[in-house]
């Protein structure tokens, strides 16, 4: 007869085994609680208390001030008129590679998702040396402006159109999620009562897709409002001022004292950003969500007008990718801006300067380097006991952190620098060190700052999970630590593998938290390219920006080749 | 060698009672099948056994252990019990051997006894073949063994199995029903056998807990079950069971009572405790009605409708007693069967006298932290 095994460990086993567990919950909490509870409500004191109490005048001068005004305008008008851009381009792009059989649809859509991946300022720079009166690309193709005449970008308008564009991307994932999960049958039996596929789609298709749309059109709105790269490359030398470009001119330059005031701008920002997330989440309230069946798309084709139609989806990635980044590497090889690429001048001591060269831009790498791999590998191991505890078990704790994790994410990078700098500025007590000016308080605000990106894939990997495989484990005797070894890692591994990925390409050029916190010690390379263009090293700038490109490309591939071994719907540049 | 000792337990989701005043006492080595429709609470009781959830009230025992109540709470991975789930969750990362020896593995087991126990474990599940494949390339009965296995190696004593067949179908039942015959001959332990299926739990368990709304009806053998019914709604719910109505009971002592169904006196077999009543209800089954004997007195009933089975012809007859009645009956196939509209002579070849309910569980009384000797005794019938 077989033994028993349990009933000898048994009797010390489940107190200990039981703490391991909430002791994991515990610093959950606590992780949670100092990424992005404390720096909410930091945020909040700085910005309504003063030594006095509530600072009541100083608040009253601040939004007296016309630059206040034109800054929080500038702000929603940008922000709205970017996201109808990206809606209609989004849109009519997820509709085309959703409901018709076009060849070449992975291709399409890698190329589209791409310029999602590129630093903001990458591809601002990108932009402005391409459409620039001594643009290298115009200037091939004999389409140059009069030298002299105002660059087209350094405008509220380039700013609308060049958000617009970067976020297109954004809409398109919304929306093919929710054009997926449209029943087929629906816009068959349309078909059936003698709709025209231009009909069913406009007839049928859309309107039941409007909840994506809405959904689309709060991230488009949200990360407008939070693009650092784009607002400052672009609204400073055009004199747009907006509420993040105003926040790190004022702290850059006036110091600690703008701080209060900076504080309250930055919680408009945060109010702003909450606003587009709850307009949507009440939009989406009313919505039909139905469950997905099969999720099979009812394929439109396109007859004879899809040549048309592929040579126009094309000729946009030409000119919103290609012609930018083509600009952008020609510059990068070029001896001095403006240049035009020939045989004589090509050259590649930009990237010898970018990469061995430069003692700043190379530490400056580094610490970038550093610091995201460290957050990674924090926020991958974070995000896998955070997973555990939001998709399997339920009480106020959990609670907690559900609505922490939701929070860090709806704050803007430039706030949650702010923030973190208000929380780190003053010594540690206990130790009587500031944490301000070194790389710890750039990491505290990566963790937090991108908490939530890690999450988001995890869960979903999660809900793929039968949870009947950890019982079983639990079953045969393994505990906590011992199950989440066995059992939760060997499942979720992949799944947690790739949003490291997504966070280290995220974070890894990261600028707008970054710009606040660095210090002449500690740079991270993301800002750098700010510097650059700001110092004239247009062409070095250019480089660096080629460079994190390739590294991202790189990145990308390789998740791609590697992705029969991930869950669905984990990496969003795949079809 | 482990028991089990349910005692009543209760248990709610939010405002909805679940579970309610589960009294149950299973021997060591028992075979036993819980059976009740669907969302009577069945899965629930399985989880607070296993220890994934919490009773609300209420203690459970293993073999002399008190595993959860009051502030005891004691998890799963400490009870040393075996589940065989529906979804089978057998780990996909690792092959069918690691999977039957993982239990052993965090026992800490040397080596080698480890490799003899899941050696051991598949040979008798037939598996040995397969021992390095992944569960991913197994067949549904292959991979329902494997589950088998991974508790007949962990050596757990109380073996605990969710609807463990629905996922199967027909022909891989009867198999897989063979398989946990063995399964509990050769491994001794006490199996809780959750299923829907009666006919199911007929063929394998020792006894049957019914179960309806959170309640347990009765637990009995198979044949008490079908036969002597503890009340109207395990009476209709087994067997395809009929209720029926009766007049003026009067038990005559030795089990046997009289009273009037459809205008007839009639015999019935009754609990030895049983007593006269006005009112009462009787059981039967649908084969125990058949057409009288020339020299019977019947219960004249009319055909309303038949239908041709195969080999026999399913009835439907209405009694001229009772319009509103109406009974099934089946006939073997004749050349000359009786048409619709034919007036029948009907009698029963067995009845039951369902006995008086007791008034604190069938009308949903609160549940009391006393449960009465009787009713123990009731439902711990061994
Ligand atoms: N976690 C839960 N939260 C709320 N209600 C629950 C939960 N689990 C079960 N229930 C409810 O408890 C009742 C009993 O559920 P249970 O799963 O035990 O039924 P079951 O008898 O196993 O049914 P089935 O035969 O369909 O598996 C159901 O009404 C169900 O909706
Ligand atoms: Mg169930």
Known sequence: MTLTLHSKGAPRAPLFRLSAETIVLALLALLILSVSVAPMLRLAQAALFDDGGLAVERLARLFARPQTTAAIWNTIQIALASTLVSLLVGTVFAVIVVQTDLPGKSALVFAFVLPLMIPPQVTAMAWIQAFSPSSPVLGALGLSMEAGTRHPLYSKAGIILLLGIYNAPLVYLAMQASLRRIPLDLAEAARAAGAGPVRVLLTVILPLARGGMVAAASLAFVSAIGNFGIQAMLGIPARVPTLITQIYQQINGLGPSALPNMAALSMVLTALTVAGVLLAARAGERNDTRVDLGSRALVLSPGRGGPVILALLWGYLVLSLLLPLSALLQSSLVPAYGLPLTAETVTLKNYAAALFRQVSLRDAFLTSLWLTLVTVGFLMLASVFLGYFLTWRRGPLVRLLHFGSEAAYTLPGITLGVAMILLFLRPLPGIGVSLYGTPWIILAAYVAGFLALALRPVLSGYAQIDRTLEEAAQVAGAGFLRRMRDVIWPLIAPTAIAAGVIVFMTAINEIQTSILLISSGTRTIGPMIIFLEEGGASTLAAAVGCLMIFGILLLMLLSVALSRFLPKGVLPWQF | ?382
């Open chain 2, 1 to 382: 060698m482990t028991g089990l000792r349910l005692s009543n337990i209760g248990k709610s989701y939010g405002e909805t009672r679940v579970l309610a005043n589960i009294d149950l006492d299973i021997a060591a080595g028992e075979f036993v099948a819980v059976l009740g429709p669907s969302g009577c609470g069945k899965t629930t009781l399985l989880r607070l056994i296993a220890g994934f959830d919490k009773p609300d009230e209420g203690t459970i025992t293993l073999g002399d252990r008190q595993v959860a109540g009051g502030k005891v709470m004691v998890p799963p991975e400490a009870r040393g019990i075996g589940i065989v789930f529906q979804s089978y969750a057998l780990w996909p990362h690792m092959s069918v051997a690691e999977n039957v020896g993982y239990a052993l593995k965090v026992a800490r087991l040397p080596r080698t006894e480890r490799e003899t126990r899941v050696a051991r474990a598949l040979d008798m599940v037939n598996l040995t073949p397969f021992a390095t494949r992944r569960p991913a390339d197994l067949s549904g009965g292959q991979r329902q063994r494997v589950a088998l296995a991974r508790c007949l190696a962990a050596g757990s004593d109380l073996v605990l199995l969710d609807e463990p067949l629905a996922n199967l179908d027909v022909h891989l039942r009867a198999a897989m029903e063979e398989e946990f015959h063995r399964f509990h001959r050769e491994s001794g332990a006490t199996l809780v056998y959750i299923t829907h299926d009666q006919s199911e739990a007929m063929a394998l368990a020792d006894r049957i807990a019914v179960m309806d709304k959170g309640r347990l009806l009765q637990c009995a053998s198979p044949r008490d079950l079908y036969r002597e019914p503890a009340d109207a709604t395990v009476a209709g719910f087994i067997g395809g069971g009929l209720v029926l109505p009766v007049d003026d009971l009067r038990p005559l002592g030795h089990g046997i009572a009289t009273a009037d169904l459809l205008g007839r006196r009639l015999r019935l077999r009754c609990h030895a405790g049983e007593t006269a009543r006005s009112l009462a209800m009787a059981s039967t089954h649908p084969a125990d009605i058949h057409i009288a004997a020339p020299d019977e007195t019947g219960i004249p009933a009319r055909v309303i409708a038949r239908t041709y089975r195969g080999g026999s012809w399913s009835y439907e007859l209405r009694p001229e007693a009772d319009p509103t009645l109406k009974l099934p009956m089946s006939l073997p196939d004749t050349a000359t069967p009786p048409e619709p509209g034919a007036l029948l002579e009907l009698a029963f070849r067995d009845l039951w006298a369902i006995p008086l309910a007791d008034a604190s569980r069938s009308h949903g009384a609160p549940p009391s932290s006393f449960p009465s000797p009787h009713l123990t005794e009731q439902f711990q019938c061994a």
